[in-house]
């Protein structure tokens, strides 16, 4: 696939502590020590590789690795935590500055000696539970081996794991899959993913991004850009019963060879509240967002208080006639179908529904039954903002 060009965007993280492990011992990474001979329960006798750490720990574990480059993949037990952004010299964890001291743990051509090949995902968090991996530079992951698991979350996949999953202040790029999730697989998972960057990932199939199968992750605080798809998602795909959470979120520059540039939603009925769409692109139709039939279920996304603004082949597509979304408070700006015209193209309703014509503007937007509050005009947010809720969206004066 042609890899499309991605914004470069800065994103103000947090670290945050992990839940319940007030007393939990601390293991030590340093990728400069010569072999993982050492203890880790210091600096000067850090384990070299974070596989190693997560093999020594007696959970609940934190384990701290130093900024620099781990070329591994790794799998996560119950109640461990992954800390990167280490100089190397710190005793309390608040003292690490993850953005200076990048840790990246890096897939390419990496040797699984466990299992005796190459490893496909980057980082595999599955049946487990109470897990953080936080402040990490997560690439280089090639899931393309034909079926599941090796050809899907080729950064982190996550499978049959509950909300104490958390990944945080990470950055998530340059990984490639053949199914499903270039970026992220979620199956069965419902993990939160908060101030974290989706960038650059691809997937012959769907979910450029993030991919969620029967999954329903909360993501917060995050930035989902310049990843693409083959078929639908190129920002995230929803599948099934996958119920997501997205608030307060960028989703930019995404690109969908088939349909969902942005968001591709096939019988998931996600919630979107305080998120901005924009500059997506899809080849067919839904640049923003696809809401489609799976197995016979339809998708009805709840959209709130956000912005779709210039996404190509249209905002928001409506696939069959029982996957309508409903939409409050929300923003439509130069929106454009890719037709002889390029005429403004907020929504459409689909084949099933008869009109092909589609509906631009705030006021044949707010004549629809499950679109209300719509407003068009360059977008200037004012109340409490994208950091809160609620907020009330304006035109630019």
């Not at 509950?162 to 697989?185: F, P």
């Not at 099934?240 to 540039?261: F, K």
């Not at 912005?307 to 409903?326: E, K, L, Q, T, W």
């Not at 705030?362 to 200037?380: M, Q, R, Y």
């Amino acid at each position: 696939m042609q890899r499309w060009g991605f914004w470069v965007l800065a994103i103000v993280l947090a670290g945050l502590v992990f839940g319940g492990t007030a007393s939990a011992e601390v293991l030590y990474v340093d990728w400069e020590r010569p072999d993982d001979t050492g203890d880790g329960l210091s600096w000067d006798t850090a384990k070299r590789s974070i596989r190693a750490a997560i093999d020594a720990a007696s959970p609940p574990t934190e384990i701290w690795i130093r900024g620099g480059h781990y070329n591994e993949g790794i799998e996560l037990r119950s109640h461990v935590a992954l800390y990167g952004g280490f100089a190397g010299d710190e005793t309390d964890r608040s003292q690490r500055d993850f953005r200076t001291h990048r840790t990246i743990v890096d897939g390419t051509n990496a040797w699984d000696e466990y299992e005796g090949y190459s490893t496909p995902n980057v980082v595999k968090i599955i049946d487990v539970t109470h897990v953080r991996v936080d402040g990490l530079y997560i690439t280089g992951g090639e899931a393309q081996w034909g079926s599941s698991p090796w050809d899907r979350g080729a950064g982190i996949y996550l499978l049959n794991v509950d909300a104490t999953i958390v990944v945080a202040n990470s950055v998530i790029s340059v990984n490639e899959a053949n199914e499903y999730g270039g970026g992220i697989a979620c199956v069965n998972a419902s993990p939160m993913i908060k101030n974290t960057v989706v960038v650059g990932n691809n997937v012959d199939y769907s979910g450029g991004g993030i991919a969620c199968i029967d999954a329903s992750p909360t993501i917060k605080n995050c930035m989902i850009t310049g990843n693409q798809a083959g078929e639908y998602g190129g920002g995230i795909l929803l599948k099934g019963n996958s119920d997501a959470l997205i608030i307060n979120t960028v989703i930019a520059g995404n690109y969908a060879d088939g349909r969902g540039g942005g968001i591709g939603g096939m019988g998931a009925s996600p919630v979107i509240r305080n998120t901005t769409i924009v500059s997506n692109n899809a080849r067919n139709s839904g640049g923003g967002l696809l809401a489609m039939k799976s197995d016979d279920v339809p998708s009805k996304p709840l959209i709130q208080n956000s912005i779709f603004y210039d996404n190509r082949r249209g905002a928001i597509y409506s696939f069959d006639i029982d996957s309508i979304p409903v939409v409050e408070n929300t923003l439509f700006e130069k929106n454009y179908n890719w037709n002889a015209d390029f005429d403004e193209l907020d929504y459409d309703s689909g084949v099933g529904n008869g009109n092909n014509d589609g509906y631009a503007g705030s006021d044949e937007l707010n004549a629809l039954p499950t679109f209300s509050a719509i407003i068009d005009g360059a977008p200037d947010f004012i109340g409490e903002g994208p950091q809160g809720d609620p907020g009330e969206w304006v035109a630019w004066p």
